[in-house]
């Protein structure tokens, strides 16, 4: 208010530098516009002008410093805060592809550790020899699956991760997981079983790494939190009117 009145007072926009009488005047003779003015002291101001009803002319000058200052400060933010993002994305993505290429060439040698043991198993041991083998294997196993775990959450993470369709056995698949279960139950007093739904199919299309993974997860978590009692793998059709062939198992424990 106080700049509004020197100016109609001195007729004299003190708008700073470079900005007369005459161009105050057709400025504020204009029909309608909105500009901005940067006074001497530093601040910024938003002058408005439009028509009258009886041809007169309305002039509406607001200080707009501080909401000039909050807007420069939102822009530095937001893009201070585009560009913080894209370096974690950078390295998360950087980080994805590392676990990714480690977990491969880690998992090569595994797998050949884990043949060689299951070669060395079907040699004549003696009964100490079988057992320190057998361990080997169990170690083995579930370092890999520890492995294939840090390879998909990496996949995941780069946006990589695709399940294959593929025919299997999932009886055969099942059967195996509870011996599985049985070597992860150790000296627990649980008892395991599979029990498949007669209309169940022995061979379907699906990932079955990726299942066998899952329901390994499941088993042994079941097996981990239950101290005595039974794990049961339960296998059925789903209830799906629009997909009737999918197959729904359930890890149940007491």
Not at 22 to 47: A, F, H, M
Not at 159 to 183: C, I, Y
Request: hydrophobic share 40%; charged share 25%; proline share 4%.
């Amino acid at each position: 208010a106080e700049d509004v009145m020197r100016i109609l007072r001195t007729r004299t926009p003190g708008l700073g530098p470079g900005v007369t009488w005459p161009e105050w005047t057709k400025l504020v003779e204009q029909r309608e516009t909105s500009v901005n003015y940067q006074l001497q002291d530093g601040r910024t101001l938003e002058i408005r002008t439009g028509s009258m009803p009886d041809e007169g002319r309305l002039v509406l000058i607001a200080d707009i410093t501080q909401r000039r200052a909050d807007e420069m400060a939102l822009h530095r933010a937001v893009a201070e805060t585009r560009a913080a993002q894209e370096v974690a994305e950078n390295a998360n993505r950087s980080k994805s592809e590392f676990l990714a290429m480690v977990s491969h060439e880690i998992r090569t040698p595994m797998n050949a550790v884990i043949g060689l043991s299951n070669l060395l198993l079907d040699t004549r041991l003696d009964q100490e020899q079988q057992r320190f083998t057998e361990g080997i294997v169990e170690s083995a196993n579930r370092l890999l699956g520890l492995i294939n775990g840090i390879l998909d959450f990496s996949r995941l993470e780069a946006g990589r991760l695709a399940l294959e369709a593929a025919p299997f056995d999932l009886h055969s698949m099942l059967e195996g997981l509870k011996e599985t279960g049985k070597v992860l139950a150790g000296t627990k007093d649980i008892q395991l079983s599979v029990a498949i739904a007669p209309d169940v199919p022995a061979h379907v299309i699906g990932d079955a790494s990726r299942l066998h993974q899952i329901v390994t997860n499941l088993v042994g978590n079941a097996v981990k939190f239950t101290a005595k009692g039974s794990v049961r793998i339960e296998v059925s059709r789903a209830i799906d009117a629009f997909h009737p062939n999918r197959v729904k198992i359930d890890v149940i424990d007491t």
